[in-house]
């Protein structure tokens, strides 16, 4: 299984590399989007700092959500350069 973390806010050309490589490698893909409550925070944050800091917690608190929900017994990630 692959997961992607579709934080929501994600440039539309990591959404077209994302499906084409579904598509193409044939990927057992979990597409799963931040936490509504993360998402929420996040858009009611009064300044940049404060989102930035949502962002990261939101990123780890999905991540714990699938590893639990799918009984994954490994978990690795990749970062984009930017």
């Known amino acids: 299984k692959v997961m992607f973390n579709d934080s929501t806010i994600e440039f539309?050309?990591?959404?077209?590399?994302?499906?084409?490589?579904?598509?193409?490698?044939?990927?057992?893909?979990?597409?799963?989007?931040?936490?509504?409550?993360?998402?929420?925070?996040?858009?009611?944050a009064s300044n940049t700092d404060l989102r930035l800091e949502i962002m990261r917690i939101a990123k780890i608190n999905i991540i714990n959500h699938v590893i639990m929900k799918y009984n994954l017994k490994a978990f690795m990630s990749g970062i984009r350069w930017d």
């Open 12 to 44: 539309d050309e990591i959404y077209e590399f994302i499906k084409r490589l579904k598509k193409d490698w044939q990927i057992d893909l979990i597409w799963m989007k931040h936490l509504s409550e993360d998402l929420d925070s996040y858009f009611v």
